[in-house]
Structures are given as C-alpha cells and as structure tokens.
C-alpha cells in the first residue's frame, strides 16, 4: 500500500498546520513529504511531469497550468474560505499610481494573485500591460525581496502583509475591496494520479477534514491558535484563520466565478474555458460527509 504523498506548497494553510499539530496524517497512516516552492512555475510544471503528487495553490494557477502545461489538474478541496491579500509597498510610495510607475514585483504575469493587482489597476484607469513587472518568486521570496530593497511594491499574504506593516511598510489597498469573493488556497492534483490513487486521497482529505472538526471546537480554539501562532502566525491572523475556515473543505463556485471574471477582464482567459465540473474532483471530501452522516458506516 502506497502511505506516501509528495506536495509542494507555498506556506501551510491552517488546516493543514492543523493536520501536523495532531499528527492526523499519521493517524491516517499518511507521510506526507512537503516542499516549499520559490514559484508558481515550479508547482505547476512539477505537478505537470509527476515530481510532485499534489500542491497547494490558488484557484486560478489551475487554470493557467491546465492551458500551459496540459496539466489536467483538479481541485480536492478547500483550505479557506478567501485569501486576504495586502498590496504592500515601501515608504515613499503612497498610492498604487506611484507603484505603477515602478517595476512591481510578482510571482507571474499570466496567473494567481496578479490578476487582483490589474483589476485594482484597471479602477484607477492604468491598463496593466503598460506597467513593468519583476518576477520575484513566491510570497516568501518577494516579503525578502521588499525587506532587502531589492522592490518596492508586491501583493502579500499572511503572515508575510502583518510582519510588512510591523516594518513600517505601507498597505495601499487590500484584496477584500478589490475582489471580495477571492477564493482561499486549493489542494489540486492530476486527474489520472487521483483517479490511481483513490485510498491515499481519501486518506489525504480525511485527515484534513479532522484536522478542522478539531481546530473549530470550541474544545480546541485555543489549541488550534496556538499551532497558528507557533507556526508563524501573528495572534490576530491566528485567530482569523478560524473565522475564515471552511469546515467541509467545499470547494467554492462562488470563488470560482470571482476567478474567471477577473481572467476575462484582463484578457488572459483560455481559448477554451474551463468549467467548474472539469477542473473539481470532490468525491473523497463527499465519501466523508457520507460517512459521518451514517456513523462511520
């Protein structure tokens, strides 16, 4: 029997702090091998050729990667409910019109939390194909890059935008006013992997799913923050990672429609645009929920 996963990831999402701190993969018989990405790029040509078995990313990085690499990636679950972007910039830039007017530093120009950046943008009457953009990595790469001086303007998330601000860097808008349905991080992977490897995915997704009945007790809260907190979390988005949890791990329409409404408006849709049938394979969190509601029959 296969006990082995291979994910690639940015930062850890609370559930999956969460599954580590109760050790839920191991009761799940699981070992989990985690690394932590420099790109986009290497999450998506790495899930492409089969070095990884999963990854963690954001909603759009599936669509990009499905066109680019023939991927044929789907979503597992939801880690969160939305993603709480902060666009982070140095002292002597003030407005997001100053920030254009400089070399932005991003993970990629074509997916992921860039797209928000040209909506924001586009609000402000700039079009985004006339800015001059430095791909720097991902969040942890470009909070280094910002810190170093090496940029001076990015999009952050927790905990990297809170650790910004205790820097004295300047938030010029936040992610919630531009899009407010952004979806949370996802858990994807191949379709065929998934489809050879059912017993280990249902594992995976039922160790997640107990990793958050635990954290959203009221029994545990405490405990959940403090994993949060120990991990690299400021009290404060600890405490938030709760309010912003999906318990059932549901992958969202409503988020997916956010995503491809910001591809159509930039330009950067597919020739052949995904459906959210295609590109979601939710059988483990269901089987789950199924179980659950007959007593673990």
Known sequence: MNNSIRQIQFVSPAPLVWAQAIGSFQDQSLSLDMTQTVSSEQIGSGLADGTWDVGVCVMD???????????NLVMLVQLERST???????????????????PIAVDATTNGFVLVLYRALTTIGIDWRSCRFAEAGGVRHRFESLMRGESHST????????????????????????????????????????????????????????????????DNENLAVSALVKAGYSMIEAQRRIEFAVSDLAVSTDGWNEVLALRRECGLMPLREPTFKTVTDQ???VEFAERESTGGR
């Open 283 to 285: 059988a483990a969190r």
């Open 155 to 218: 999009i952050l998330i927790p905990p990297f935008d809170s650790l910004a601000e205790k820097e004295g860097y300047n938030v010029l808008w936040r992610g919630v006013d531009i899009a407010p349905h952004y979806p949370g991080q996802v858990v994807v992977a191949r379709r065929e992997w998934v489809a050879s490897n059912r017993d280990l995915v249902r594992r995976y997704v039922s160790a997640l799913l107990m990793a958050n009945r635990w954290a959203l007790s009221s």
């Open 84 to 102: 709480e972007l902060s666009f982070v910039s140095t002292g002597h830039i003030g407005t997001l019109a100053q920030a254009a007017t400089e």
């Open 61 to 71: 990085n599936v669509i990009a990667w499905n066109d680019q690499y023939d991927a």
